[in-house]
């Protein structure tokens, strides 16, 4: 086995062109992430590669080729183009990890839409927001699903097509359409929409403090970006069987569970499924796991589990462990050294970058606990909240702030400019996280600048789960904020007030969490919810989460008379 590059020789003369080169594209030509996922390898000799080997909870298996990943994504596009969907709408993806998703994600980016992936277990709230916000005019789903859409289909005018990938026509009602990926006439040729650089590819939408999510909108040339992390953070070589845990509804699982494996050749193996030990462990000695892209709180499970059960497996095909989306404690990464024989490496980047940006590199020492240092290209620092100057001090805690103009970074939320030129500072974006670097160069993590939930690496929004509890008969005024939790860093937690005529009760607290449950998502549900009088507010009438965050983390709640001048 070749020994990875160091860090230092990965950062000599680094230029993102040498990606530009290995994909073959030139400034200014074509570039659609679709045909360089699926066409590209075709005519490089992979062909006959295995792209994807599928297994869901049931143990049915699939396998496609890259051949098969290109006939079957022309055979999607074509069927779009079809139905008189156009270069540039949205078509949203809303299934749990069929096939359809991966190939369908590559379908739509060929014909020059844009793939709007949502996690399939959002309810019809969740997915409303997202779908009206983005004036979706297509959404790919399957049967279990559609009783969702159908619920909101009155709101949403711009949704011209229900598509339905396991049911058949005579089963669907007006503007529902069934297609059938493998039994559609296979599309040989299909003629891809010539997308540039700059022209939108994918929309995820993700949660802030304020407002309902944000569509961050990015752009075909992300790939050049998503290539050369996937191949140098986790240490592709060509025979690897790599296994990403993310779901394409959140951006891990297209930058590097569809784009990067995919842009580099790779074979991936995926589970439709949710997390079980003994079922994971099988999975990797059964298809012979190399490369594994996973998320602490996945690890912390496993480690509740304990060794015992890993002895049961073999193992031994696994080469690299890497992480991202919350801290990774260095229990964590000790752990894994002693039961796996290798260390999670720790990554750090968001919906927004698109791509890796912070990482423990492959061969590089690692500090257990620490992001590890900038990708090559990458110009990350942190500064000072109030000035957002540098923090020239090695361990001073500052804002995360990189310089923009990286491959992958999005080009803007969809509708709300605003809302992006927000995040930025003196000629830096701003991660909305909070970090220190040490004198070698390692980023520490210390915490979210905002008051974003992330609950087992993914990100709630308050204000869309306060929101929703105003949809509750019973609740008059809430706050939702995190809560610390042993397995998941974060939970969501609510204080909310009752409406005169209602009394609190445990009851009545069931009520609220399963009407966050079935209109957000389980993600959102609150795992509490304390009934108060009143709520702490601004004199102008705000209420100051942040009283009651620090509280549920019992940290001082400092100087608060700013926000109370408000
Ligand atoms: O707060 C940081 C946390 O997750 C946020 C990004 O979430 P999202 O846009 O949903 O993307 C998740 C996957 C890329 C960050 O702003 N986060 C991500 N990675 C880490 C992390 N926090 C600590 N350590 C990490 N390695």
Redesign the pocket.
Known sequence: MSHPPSYDELNANFDWAIAERELGYRPGDVINIGWMCSDRLCRLGLAQKLALLWEDYQGNQKRFTYNDLRVCSNTIAHFLSGLGIRPGERVCLFLDRVPELYVGFLGILKMGAVAQPLFSAFGDESLCVRLKDAGTAAIITQKKHLHKIRKIREQLPNLRYAIVVDAPQASLQERETAFAMEQASPVQDFPIYPTKAESPSVL?Y??GTTGQPKG?QHVHYSIIAQYLTAKWVLGFQPDDIYWCN?DPG???GT?YGIIGPWANGITQAVLDSGFNAGKWYEFIEKYRVTVWYS??TAIRLLMKEGAEIIRKHDLSSLRHLA??????NPEAVNWSREVFGKPFH????????GC?V?ANFPGMEIKPGS?GKPFPGITATVLDPKTYELVNRAGAAGL?ALRPGWPSQICGYWNNAAGYQAKFRNGWYL???RASIDTDGYFW?M??DDD?I?TG???VGPFEVESALLGCPAVAESAAVAKPDPVNMEVVKAYVTVKQGFQPSDDLELEIMNHIRKRLSPLAMPQEIEFVDSLPKTRSGKIVRRILRCKEFHEPVGDLSTIMDD
């Open positions: 995820h993700t949660s961050a993310a959140w951006v891990t930058s998320a602490p992480s991202v989306g919350e801290p990774l720790d990554t750090f980047w968001q919906t927004e970058t890796i912070i992001m995360i991660c909305g996280d993590f915490g979210r974003v992330n690496g993914h990100l």
